[in-house]
């Protein structure tokens, strides 16, 4: 496709830090020239997603995630690359140039944020006509006000299979738009489409910049699925959105209230707690969770109490965690539901809630009141089950007063001495450093022998040239003015692994052109490759960078390309082999 140019998109970076940009969305730390902070695409508790200011790239160690700030604007906003790059635009107060670039892809995303918009409309006005009657009452039913389906644009999918269809195509919708919106199906004889969602109370999920990106449905018979939510779509994932985090965003909280449902979150909004989200349609995913970290610094889980909500809340809690959030658990009494529990309370709904909330305690309160009930603290064995189990929970605290503090509780509920407690803590704790540390030496030789390396499957078995192939190219990026020497030393075909000489010859380019070399890789590498590309570069801080340095590599790369294959020495003859062996000797010499 046609691209942007050069001069664009170099423009676009200068008048947009990554740093500072990366800043509004977590928590960094300088260190050195680069900044460093916990990685915001996965869950972790150690620091290892860097930001290196000279080359405006980011990278992280533990999830492998690299590219530049056009990259990271598309992961952490969920956008593709001309989205991401208007978006860097409207920031800096630029306009994109006209007519130099394909934008299809572009254009059919902002086709289906319409076509939802429209669906969302003609929804609610179903709800409020006749056709909704069925829906509207089942709503109130819940203890809906009017103003809260309204505020939450609540709707109703017609029992009818064509209405919604109909409805968007007569508003100028082509069926490809309708299908790629997941609003409508093709027919089994091919010949039509069919409304996805029908006699359904809709839930319109909308994101955090007001776009109606999908839909959940109720259904109002006994037919199955109960609910029905659109599936994955071009502006749509169902596992790196919630619903209502739109309201959450605004309500100047620091946690959010995690809920099952669309309507345990609606009835808590009406109660007056606008900090609530729910998960859709899926159990929590760690994107669930990355994406709550930029809004809040604390989780409160607010499950339904049954043996399925309380198995949700136990994986919830390790995802939260792992995210790096403090985390705290609502029990409802009676088995309720938040919707149920409101709805009970009537008018004190929110007092009583907000008694729930204060009560409630961290998530290893609630883990070790669980794992108490399972035993039988009446007898030796039940508390020396009961301890075993809550060592190992305890050994998940980083903070070593939070430790300390509940190594005190366990030795209370099972008069056990607490320096005993204290040392099966310790002992645990080395078992889990040794390892963590086998497993680092294990990833650490896996990543040398490079033999999981995707991007570069000629890397395993050129290990010394492609070493010096990576080093080579981090040297002249941040050295373009050696170009011509090592142009003078070295061709590209010397080079052993194809992904490298593709590198080698990219970066020369545009060094030869008295471009950037890093200014255009988000739109000519892959996000994998792109990860590679940044690794790679930045590695330059920790090499020696001397001119000799640079001559060390040119040399081995050439004296890699000067050997034989094995394909050669089978074919050579005894003179051949004679000679070679020889010649060997001699470089050793």
Do not use: W
């Amino acid at each position: 496709m046609a691209r942007l140019s050069d001069e664009f998109i170099s423009e676009i970076k200068y008048r947009n830090d990554l740093g500072e940009l990366a800043s509004s969305y977590m928590q960094l730390k300088r260190r050195g020239r680069n900044l460093v902070g916990l990685c915001p695409f996965h869950g972790e508790k150690t620091p290892s997603f860097n930001i290196y200011t000279e080359t405006g790239s980011f990278y992280c160690f533990g999830c492998g995630k690299g590219g530049d700030i056009i990259t990271f604007v598309m992961n952490i906003e969920n956008l593709d690359y001309m989205e991401a790059v208007k978006f860097l635009a409207e920031r800096a107060g630029m306009s994109l140039p006209e007519d130099d670039y394909d934008d299809s892809m572009s254009r059919m995303r902002t086709r289906i944020y319409e076509a939802n918009r429209e669906a969302a409309r003609f929804f609610y006005s179903k709800l409020i006509s006749k056709e909704g009657a069925e829906g509207l009452a089942y709503l109130r039913g819940r203890g809906l006000a009017d103003s809260t389906i309204r505020h939450f644009g609540l709707g109703f999918a017609p029992d009818e299979r064509f209405a919604l269809g109909d409805h968007l195509r007569g508003r100028g919708f082509s069926e490809a738009e309708m299908i790629a919106a997941n609003l409508v199906f093709k027919t089994k004889s091919g010949k039509g489409v069919v409304d996805r969602f029908y006699n359904r109370v809709m839930f319109p999920i909308i994101d955090v910049r007001g776009n109606v990106i999908a839909f959940g449905g109720r259904i109002m018979s006994d037919g199955k699925p109960k609910y029905l939510n659109t599936s994955d779509t071009l502006v749509f994932n169902k596992s790196l959105n919630l619903f209502s985090l739109n309201n959450a965003k605004n309500s100047k909280s620091d946690e959010l209230i995690l809920c099952e449902g669309y309507m345990d979150v609606i009835a808590l909004n009406q109660a007056g707690f606008t900090n609530a989200v729910a998960t859709l349609g899926t159990a929590l995913t760690p994107d669930q969770a990355s994406l709550m970290k930029r809004y809040c610094k604390e989780v409160v889980i607010c499950y339904d109490a049954d043996e399925a909500g309380q198995k949700a809340t136990a994986r919830a809690i390790d995802i939260l965690r792992r995210a790096g959030l403090t985390v705290k658990v609502i029990s409802i009494p009676d088995g309720k539901d938040p919707d149920e529990f409101i709805r009970r309370h009537g008018d004190k709904g929110h007092a009583a809630f907000q008694n729930l909330l204060d009560r409630s305690g961290n998530d290893m309160d609630y883990r070790l009141r669980k794992l108490r009930s399972q035993y039988d603290m009446s007898n030796a064995q039940g508390k020396l089950d009961y301890l075993n189990e809550g060592v190992k929970l305890l050994c998940e605290l980083n903070n070593p007063m939070e430790r300390d503090i509940y190594a005190s509780r366990l030795s209370d509920e099972t008069d056990v001495s607490k320096p005993m407690i204290t040392e099966q803590i310790a002992r645990q704790l080395k078992r889990k450093e040794r390892g963590r540390n086998k497993e680092e030496y294990a990833r650490l030789r896996k990543q040398i022998s490079a033999r999981d390396d995707k991007i570069n499957p000629q890397h395993a078995s050129n290990l010394r040239a492609a070493t010096a192939e990576e080093n080579l190219i981090a040297f002249l990026v941040h050295n373009p003015d050696k170009l011509t020497y090592i142009h003078e030393r070295l061709p590209a075909e010397d080079f052993a692994t194809d992904f490298n000489r593709r590198l080698y010859e990219y970066f020369s380019g545009k060094i030869l052109n008295n471009l950037n070399p890093m200014n255009s890789i988000a739109a000519d590498f892959t996000a994998d490759e792109q990860s590679q590309v940044v690794r790679i570069v930045n590695s330059y801080q920790d090499m020696t960078r001397t001119t000799q340095a640079l001559d060390e590599y040119i040399a081995i790369i050439k004296d890699e390309a000067s050997r034989p294959s094995e394909e050669d020495i089978r074919g050579f003859s005894n003179d051949d082999l004679t000679s070679y062996l020889k010649s060997m000797k001699d470089k050793k010499q």
